[in-house]
């Protein structure tokens, strides 16, 4: 039902925007989000957007350099990723889910709905 693209390897410096198409139901209520999983890591969260908030949520690590927004229409969340470092190679994954509540929204299990992940690789 989620499905991520966009992907691919880059150099440092570079720029990305990933994409994450939803089918089979609207997410447009829902909180979505982004993550990631480095090899030999534990997946982390990268980004946010709590329900119909417009005050999106990021990881340290990312502030500043990434984006994310959704097109509610087109029942697809995005994340523009700017200045890419080689620490940001991972495989990232779309997330969504009606009930996620805000104390809970950067953890990976409060979320129902996942995508199959696109791999982000960054060359130094």
């Known amino acids: 039902q989620l499905q991520a693209s966009g992907g691919g390897l880059v150099q440092a410096g570079d720029s990305l925007k990933l994409s994450c198409a939803a089918s089979?139901?609207?997410?447009?209520?829902?909180?979505v989000a982004w993550f990631r999983q480095a090899p030999g890591e534990e997946r982390e969260f990268v980004s946010a957007?709590?329900?119909?908030?417009?005050?999106?949520v990021y990881a340290d690590s990312v502030k500043g350099r990434f984006t994310i927004s959704r097109d509610s229409a087109k029942n697809t969340l995005f994340l523009q990723m700017d200045n890419l470092r080689p620490e940001d190679t991972a495989v990232y994954y779309c997330a969504a889910s009606p009930s996620v509540i805000l104390s809970n929204l950067r953890f990976q299990t409060a979320y129902a709905y996942w995508g199959q992940g696109t791999q982000v690789t960054v060359s130094s």
């Open positions: 089979g139901r609207s997410f447009s209520g829902s909180t």
């Open positions: 957007i709590f329900r119909r908030s417009s005050n999106p």
